[in-house]
């Protein structure tokens, strides 16, 4: 079965720390992989897509993820966070064929001073 | 740049009540995804429509339905509204099923 394993529910870190979230993801063909991030009460953001080719994908507001076929990850992270990137973050996989989206269970960032 | 239009923003019914939610797709995509969220919950998908064509089902309640219409936006109808309906309703859009962008969604509370 198709699914997206998130398993950190809540990350707290440091401001200018460094973030990783982990995303683990279950798919029969060769999935397209997603990070949106959601602040509360609003929309979702996309963050950054892997579609093929390189590994590392490159996101807006400095995030970065790493899609590793060998162990079905696709990780975010950034190497400095910010305060304004408290929000839920939530890992997708998709078709090529371009259908719905399965989304991870979330991951709650708080940032501390 | 543009973005995926959601009306209404917020929208209170009572139990039994219908409710209509309309989104614009972001202009020149031509496929409309709807999705449900709960509360604390991650957005589950209902259903698409590409070219005005049903393209997939999700868990989507025999309660609802949903339409594109010839200028590609979407409207999900809901009926016999019951509480559990009560979440945040997206929609995104994509051109031809590639990458999907999200409206900011209709908050939906059921009385």
């Known amino acids: 079965a198709q699914s997206v394993t998130q398993p950190d529910i809540h990350i707290t870190v440091s401001e200018g720390a460094s973030l990783e979230l982990r995303c683990n993801y279950s798919y029969g063909a060769t999935p397209y992989l997603f990070w949106y991030v959601q602040s509360p009460g609003q929309g979702l953001q996309l963050l950054l897509k892997?579609?093929?080719?390189?590994?590392l994908v490159q996101g807006i507001k400095g995030f970065e993820a790493e899609f590793k076929r060998s162990q079905s990850s696709f990780n975010l992270r950034k190497p400095s966070v910010h305060w304004s990137d408290a929000a839920e973050y939530f890992c997708?996989?998709?078709?090529?064929?371009?259908?719905?989206?399965?989304f991870g269970q979330g991951t709650e960032l708080s940032v501390k001073p | 740049a543009a973005g995926v239009i959601q009306s209404p923003r917020h929208l209170i019914k009572e139990k039994r009540e219908t409710a209509t939610l309309k989104c614009y797709p972001i202009p020149r995509h031509d496929t409309v995804y709807w999705y449900q969220q709960g509360p604390g919950q991650d957005p589950q998908f209902l259903i698409s429509f590409y070219e005005k064509m049903q393209s997939d089902k999700g868990s989507i309640p025999d309660r609802f339905s949903a339409q594109q219409f010839s200028d590609y936006h979407s409207e999900l109808n809901m009926s016999s509204l019951e509480l559990g309906d009560s979440a945040l309703y997206f929609c995104?859009?994509?051109?031809?099923?590639?990458?999907?962008?999200f409206g900011p969604g209709t908050r939906l509370t059921v009385l």
């Open positions: 995104a859009s994509s051109k031809q099923k590639d990458t999907q962008y």
């Open positions: 892997y579609f093929s080719g390189d590994t």
């Open positions: 997708a996989v998709g078709s090529f064929e371009g259908g719905k989206l399965i």
